[in-house]
């Protein structure tokens, strides 16, 4: 079994940064295949928002953060990140991470409680 938590959220004037963080505990790195990062906001579906193999740079993007979102990952220490510039009110939500533990998995198999992200304009 494999537990995410996510810290890092906070509030935030728009255009400043935050830096959310993913940390995975259990068997890691030798069951998980992707991690993603996913947001909800009030009153909305959750959205996807950056994906990537876990032992790789992420390799997709929603259209909304790119250029200004990245994540990356410390496979030694099973963590990773969302670096979040020039953040816009629109960016407010709580942002979870996920994983998948195999290719084969339709849908992400763990999930984290989540962080708020408030982004006042």
């Known amino acids: 079994q494999v537990q995410l938590v996510e810290s890092g959220g906070g509030m935030v004037q728009a255009g400043g940064s935050l830096r959310l963080s993913c940390t995975a505990s259990?068997?890691?790195?030798?069951?998980?295949?992707?991690v993603g990062w996913f947001r909800q906001a009030p009153g909305k579906e959750r959205e996807f928002v950056a994906a990537?193999?876990?032992?790789?740079?992420?390799?997709a993007y929603a259209d909304s953060v790119k250029g200004r979102f990245t994540a990356s990952r410390d496979i030694r220490k099973a963590v990773v990140y969302l670096q979040m510039n020039s953040l816009k009110p629109e960016d407010t939500a709580v942002y979870y991470c996920?994983?998948?533990?195999?290719?084969?998995?339709?849908?992400?198999?763990?999930w984290g409680q989540g962080t708020q992200v408030t982004v006042s304009s």
């Open positions: 996920a994983a998948k533990r195999t290719k084969a998995s339709a849908e992400y198999d763990y």
């Open positions: 259990g068997r890691t790195s030798s069951t998980l295949y992707s």
């Open positions: 990537g193999m876990w032992s790789g740079p992420a390799t």
